[in-house]
Structure formats: structure tokens, C-alpha cells
């Protein structure tokens, strides 16, 4: 029986156990004197019997999904040749993937007869917990339902026991939250650590070289892998630079004029037009950057390069502008980015008092100077606070600039040249197969929680900068 | 008196100084928004421009007899047999005896390759869905191949400048493209093996489908987990929930996982479901984990809004009813706040639905040929298709990529109507 048959099957059997107990509480109210005289709403006993029934087969089968691998795999070791036992732990983890094999019947003869007890050990445990499994579940789901039934009493307040399993669930989805982030940082630092095992961390954060070619076998030549982290920082703060350079101007000015000076109708076009760019998908501003934006950039660059030939300015003859040229990665972001700053300063501007305007227009000050000399200083919390959060988000965007920058690690500040980031790193090093203990994967690890860590404070910092400096009008 | 007369002057000429910097700081404000403004513009006309060509796709009309003696197969034949009939060689002989002046090997090649590579499967198909037409002549629309398909809607009949690219047709195939053209038998018909086929290294051959069923999976199971936990976590933090530091520790929590970036969830996708849990590769149902813990912090954001939106008074009301706090909640709150949470709800699927980067990492990135049927069948989603098809070489692809994104960009045009729709339709103001 296949997972999402057996969950058909538990829902049914829970749906046909709340029907039993709103029948069996009918059936209780009969002697009492009506369901008036029941100490819970019938309702309540018949969902209190289908969360009995549902709840300990969800678990059971939950908690059968996610270890039954493990447990067989350890079973199977046991059963394994003693020659395999002394293998290192790569070449076990082999020999395991092929016993797999050899049991799902693909590459079979790659091993010897001595591994045919595990193979034929894991064969058989593999059937018995795709049997065993639904059979359980419905075992536990039936004494479950039996249990809900016993509570289904006149004197019984069902109604307490559903509340409490209500608020149980609400408390659980809300620790979703906090499992998440120990999650990222538990996974994102575990790798880290094996990989500062194989890489000191100093050379990591200072190294000015960064070339994750590792030789797959230990006797290959050449690639040994250097993994300085320098390049990816400059490079991704190239592109950041660039993008905040477009977007905080734009952003900002669209904001002041939409909050000051437009009238409710243009605001109400513009505005939402604006917020197109915020729903277009990264995908589709890294297809733009990199087939439309970047080749024009090139072709402006070559012909101010000729230009500058024919008309004898030497120092423009030797321009050259990469076709994944930072400039280009770095204006798509800085248009994908204008809303978000547009949109914080918005809510900023319109928190500043109309009593600050008021009193700068009565002592003679133009619309202008109110705005520049007033307004901002009193936004400008905010409006830093925003600006932290769009860099933040610029950092952390990966598919503009995996599709429309560079791989190769330049250690440069040209924005004609192509650089390479900290994303891109990542997506590259993990994209295709891979080998989970390998440096190179793990690098790409060690690089999330560099990002991770860099994201989160920027984070805190304009969190900190609002609160800390915002002034109180009111 | 000189002295007040320079003063007023002075003055005036200030004052006009200070209103030309008025309107120069007015016009900054315009020009910011026309370039907002222009960008939109641009990268829609962009993209409309470019992908608008693969909507159509390039059929030419040829006549195949069905030569049971070519074939080795005739009407009483088994499906079997005629599997194995070779389709291959008589299609190629077919066009030789219809272009009997094609001589060499090297034309003879030319002229096949202006075909799509799966012509002898479509021949074939035919023979299997109606095996009478063996014996016969039909005319049978035959998919151009995408050299072919670019040239005749791009390059046919216009002027060319010197150099410029005109695809990868050689001379030869040129003028076989002319001749076709001259003899009426090339037609542009709306492209429904766009949507009617899943990937294909052939451009021709290419559609979404398989990327569309993907996402539509991946999103299903997004939504199923996402809303239910979402609304839970709103309604225990609004409602239930004591103030003291776990419930504080949960609340930044949240609000940092709003600004994690979306590749650091791929890697935890990666680490956790993946590596530690043992989940298959490049399935929607783990692509879904992935973005509902991307997308939780979105919903859980908007659920609480609109359970703050709706008055206390309700609440007490239903209290002083004699309602147990639970069934205020249930009864009274939610169904208030439901337009809210299911417009929070819309924008955090429509961020789903754009995501590409933490579903590469967790190898949704395979080239699959066929549209997955459950979640945990291995496919692609909609990004990650445009995102395989944007690194494609052929020019054919390029077309492609702008249709696929002008789908997607579709969908999220209905999503985020949906959701404001809904907010304006039912939202209630208090």
C-alpha cells in the first residue's frame, strides 16, 4: 500500500470515527434527558473519537517514515562480511549504495557472494516495513478510535479535551518558526565546522584566492583548491554597490514625489505599476540581465572604445567590458529592488507629522526645502533602515546574478569585469551531483553561513537603527 | 534708499532661485517614476517581443505514402510489428524521392535535419492510431525543425543586413527552405506543443507541461502544509499566546526567517530533508517543505494583521455570550480575518511560484522528459525550466524561455488580481 493510500485510509477511518461517536453521543444523551443535559456539545465527543483516531496513526506513521531507513541500514551492517567492517568510511558508504542496489535489482554482480546474506537481509526487511507499516497504522489507528469512544460519557466534558488538543496544535505550528532557524543554523554550521576542519578558518576569511577545484583523486595533478573568500566578498559588494546606487536614489525620490506631491489619482496608478517590479520572479530579471541588459552594456562599450580610437583618446582604447559585466547584474538588481525601497520610504515619509510640514510651510519654506530639510532629517532612521534592508537583500539575491554574472573569482572593483558571488558560489558548488563530504560542497556551506550570518545583521543592525534614533513626535 | 531697493532685489532674485530648485527637486521625483515606470515597460515589451514568436511554430505539409513494402508491415500487422517497422529510413526515403535532385551525403542530411528528429515517431503514431492509412498517400503536417522554424519566422523574406544572424541554416538548406515556401506547403499554426509536451533537447520538441504539472504539485504541496500551520502559529500568537520570552523568541524568530535569503532555505532543504532524512532528490513534495518554510514567515506576517483587524468588540461579545475562548476564535474571529489570511495567503504562494534558487539546490534542476503524475515523481518547476532554457545555445530556446516566462508571469498576474479582488470584495472595514 502506497503512503498517500494509507493517509486516505487513516482520514477515512478518523471521518468514519467522528461519525460513530456524534452517533454514540446521541445515543448517551437518550437516558440523561437530551443532548441539553450532555456535558459537551455532541460535536465535541465525536471530534474528540476522530483525533483519537487520527493523531497516533499520523504519529506511527510519521515517525515509521522518517527512521525505518536508518534502522534497516543498521540492521543490514550487522550482517555485512567483517572485511566490509574495516573499510574506511567512504568505500562503506559505497559497498551500502551498492547492497542497495543489488536489493532493488539494478547493477546487480557488482558484489561478491559474501555480501548476498545483506542483500537478501535487506530485501526482507524492506518488504516487512512497506507491510508492516499499514497494518500498524490501522491497528493504532482502531485502538485509538476504541479509547475516544470510552471517552464518549455523559458526565465526560469532551469539550475540554478538544480545546486542549486545539491550543496543543497551535503551540506546535507556532515552534515551526524557531525549528526552522535551528534548522539553518544547526545544518548551515555543522558543515562549516567539518569544512574548517579541512580548511583553516583564516585562510577561508582572508585568502584573496578563490578556486574550488578539488582533485577527485588523490594522485590528480594540478587542481589542489584554494578557498579565500575575499573575491566573492568585494565581488558581491560590486554588484550590492551597483544596485543601491540605482535603486535608493529612484526608490526614494519616487516615494517623496508620490507622498508629496502627486495627486491621490496618479498615486493610485503609479504606485501599484510600481509594485510590478517587486512580483516579477528573479528568474525572469537574471533572463533580462543577462540576454538584454548585458549585451547592450557591451555593445555601449565597444563603441565608446572605437569611438575613442577614431577620435585619438587613448586611454578609452583599451575599454573592454565582459559580457557578464558587474554593471549589468548590479542595474537589474537595483531595478528589482526599487519598490522595496520605495515602499519603506513611503510608510517612513508618511510617519512624519503633518504637524513638522505645517510648521516649515508657515515659516516660509518651499514644498523643497520642507522635504530636504525637514522631512529627511526626521526620516532618516528609517530611510537608513531601509537601505540596510535592501542591501541585505541584494546580498542575499542569487538568481540574477547566478544567470547574469560571473564564475571565475575576480578580485577586482571594475564594474565592466565580471566578478562572481557569494550566492553564485553556493549555487555552483551544489548544482549536479556532488560528494557530501568533499570540500567543495562543504565550502559551499561554510559560505551560506557566512551570508546567513551577514544577512541576519545587517537585519538586526536597521532594526536597531530605527528604534534607536527614531524620534518621538506624538 | 538704494541700499533697500538692491535688498528687494536680492530678494527676487532668491526667491527665484529657490523656486527653480523647487521645480528641479519636483522634476527628480518625475524622472525617478518615469524610470520605475520605463522599466516596467521595458522588460514586459522585452520579453513580449522575444517570446511572442514561440506561440506560433512552423508545420510543413509533405506527402507520405505509407509503402507497405517499404514499411515490411501491412494492415493485419501487430502492434508490435509495426514498432518495429523502420520508420527512420523510410521517412529519410521519402523525402529523397520527393527531391530526387538532393544528391550527396552531405544534402541528403541537410534536407533531414529540416525536419524535426521525431518525424519517424509521429509517421509511426499515425500507422498505430489507424493502421488503413497504410497503402495510401496522406499529407501529413510535419513540425519543422527549430533551425528551420527561426529562420522562416524571423529571417524569411526580409532584407537582411550584412552579418546579420540568420541561424545555423547553411545555403543549401536555405533554398530547400524557398522551395518549400514557394510550393505552399509551410504553414504557421498556434504552438500547442508548447503546452501539450514536457522538455526535449529539441526546441521544436520542448514544452512546459512537465514544468507547469511540477510547479502545480510543488505548490500544492506548499499550500497544504503552509496555510494550515500559518494560520495556527497567527492565531496561538495573537490569541492564545502569554507574553514571555518564548513567545518573544518566537516572534523574532519569525520576523528574521522574513529576511533569510531564499538560497539559505535550499541549503537547509539540502542538509535536513535531503542529506539527514533521507528524501528523494528533485521531488515537488520536498521542493514544497522548502517553500513553505519560505514562505510561513509571509503568511504567518498577513494572518496577523487580519486577526488584529477584527474589532475586540466581537470577542467580547461572543465571551459574555458564554463562548469558551476557543470557540470565539473558531466561531468568531477566524471566519473574520479568513479574507485577510487567504489574501496573505495568494502573495505568499505567488512568491512560491517565482522561487527558483532554493529549489536548485535541492536538484530540481534535472532535465526531465516526462510530466511528473505525483509528488514524489521527479520533475522541474516553471523558474527552474526558464532558468535550463535561458543556458540553452539554440536561438529556438531563447523563444522558448520568453514564452515559459510569459506563462509564469501570467499566473502571477491571476494570483496577485485574485488577491486583490479578494481583499477589496470581502475584506470588511470596522
Known sequence: MSLSTLLIVVLAGAILAYMLGRTQSYQIAKPVGGVRNLAALPNYYASLMGLWALLPALLLIALWSIFDGAIIDSLVRATLPDEAKQLSDEDFGLVMSQVNNAAIGIGGGALDEAYQPAIEKLKSLNNTSVQAMPVLAIIVLVIGGLLGFRAVRAENNARYAVERIFNGTLIVCSTIAIFTTFGIVFSVLFESIQFFRKVPIDEFLFGTHWSPQIAIRADQAGASGSFGVIPLIVGTLLISFIALLIAVPVGLMSAVYLSEYASNRVRGIVKPALEILAGVPTVVYGFFAALTVAPAIRNVGDGVRDWGAENGYEFLASLNVSSESALAAGIVMGVMIIPFVSSISDDVINAVPQSLRDGSYGLGATQSETITKVIFPAALPGIVGGILLAASRAIGETMIVVMAAGLAANLTVNPLEAVTTVTVQIVTLLVGDQEFDSAKTLAAFALGLFLFIITLALNVIALRVVKKYQEQYD | ?430
Open chain 2, 1 to 430: 534708499m538704494t541700499n533697500s531697493v538692491s535688498i528687494s532685489e536680492k530678494r527676487t532674485a532668491r526667491l527665484a532661485k529657490r523656486h527653480r530648485a523647487e521645480s528641479r527637486f519636483k522634476w527628480f521625483g518625475r524622472l525617478s517614476i518615469g524610470f520605475g515606470l520605463a522599466c516596467v515597460l521595458f522588460l514586459f515589451t522585452d520579453i513580449i517581443s522575444k517570446g511572442i514568436g514561440a506561440f506560433t511554430q512552423t508545420y510543413i505539409n509533405i506527402e507520405v505514402t505509407f509503402d507497405e513494402d517499404k514499411l515490411g508491415i501491412n494492415q493485419s500487422s501487430s502492434e508490435k510489428e509495426i514498432k518495429a517497422a523502420s520508420f527512420g529510413s523510410f521517412f529519410k526515403k521519402s523525402l529523397r524521392e520527393q527531391n530526387p535532385d538532393v544528391t550527396g551525403r552531405r544534402d541528403k542530411r541537410a534536407l533531414y535535419a529540416l525536419f524535426t528528429s521525431d518525424a519517424p515517431l509521429i509517421l509511426r503514431d499515425m500507422v498505430l492510431a489507424d493502421p488503413t492509412i497504410l497503402g495510401t498517400t496522406q499529407t501529413v503536417s510535419m513540425i519543422a525543425d527549430d533551425d528551420f522554424d527561426t529562420y522562416y519566422k524571423h529571417s524569411y523574406g526580409r532584407d537582411l543586413e550584412e552579418g546579420e544572424i540568420i541561424g545555423r541554416l547553411s545555403d543549401f538548406q536555405i533554398s530547400m527552405v524557398e522551395k518549400y515556401v514557394e510550393a505552399g506547403v509551410v504553414e504557421k499554426r498556434f504552438n500547442t506543443i508548447l503546452f501539450s509536451n514536457a522538455d526535449s533537447r529539441e526546441p521544436e520538441l520542448a514544452g512546459i507541461r512537465g514544468a507547469v504539472m511540477g510547479s502545480i504539485l510543488t505548490l500544492f504541496v506548499t499550500l497544504i502544509l503552509s496555510f494550515p500551520i500559518a494560520v495556527a502559529t497567527a492565531i496561538y500568537l495573537e490569541e492564545f499566546a502569554p507574553k514571555n520570552k518564548i513567545t518573544d523568541f518566537i516572534e523574532v524568530n519569525i520576523n528574521n526567517l522574513a529576511a533569510v535569503p531564499s538560497v539559505i532555505f535550499g541549503l537547509l532543504g539540502l542538509a535536513v530533508f535531503i542529506n539527514f532524512f533521507g528524501m528523494p532528490r528533485s521531488v515537488p513534495l520536498v521542493g514544497g517543505f522548502v517553500l513553505t518554510l519560505m514562505t510561513l514567515p509571509t503568511i504567518i506576517i498577513s494572518s496577523r494583521a487580519a486577526i488584529k483587524a477584527v474589532p475586540p468588540s466581537i470577542r467580547d461579545a461572543a465571551l459574555g455570550m458564554g463562548a469558551s475562548k476557543v470557540q470565539t476564535v473558531v466561531h468568531h474571529v477566524l471566519p473574520l480575518a479568513m479574507p485577510g489570511m487567504l489574501t496573505g495567503t495568494i502573495i505568499g504562494m505567488a512568491q512560491a511560484l517565482g522561487e527558483t534558487a532554493p529549489l536548485l539546490m535541492i536538484g530540481m534542476v534535472a532535465f526531465i522528459v516526462d510530466a511528473p503524475a505525483t509528488v514524489t515523481d521527479a520533475a522541474t518547476v516553471l523558474p527552474v525550466q526558464i532558468f535550463l532554457w535561458s543556458d540553452s545555445p539554440e536561438r529556438a530556446f531563447v523563444e522558448k524561455t520568453s514564452a515559459a516566462i510569459m506563462v509564469l508571469l501570467a499566473f502571477l498576474i491571476f494570483m496577485n488580481s485574485l488577491a486583490v479582488w479578494l481583499r477589496k470584495r470581502l475584506e470588511r472595514r470596522w
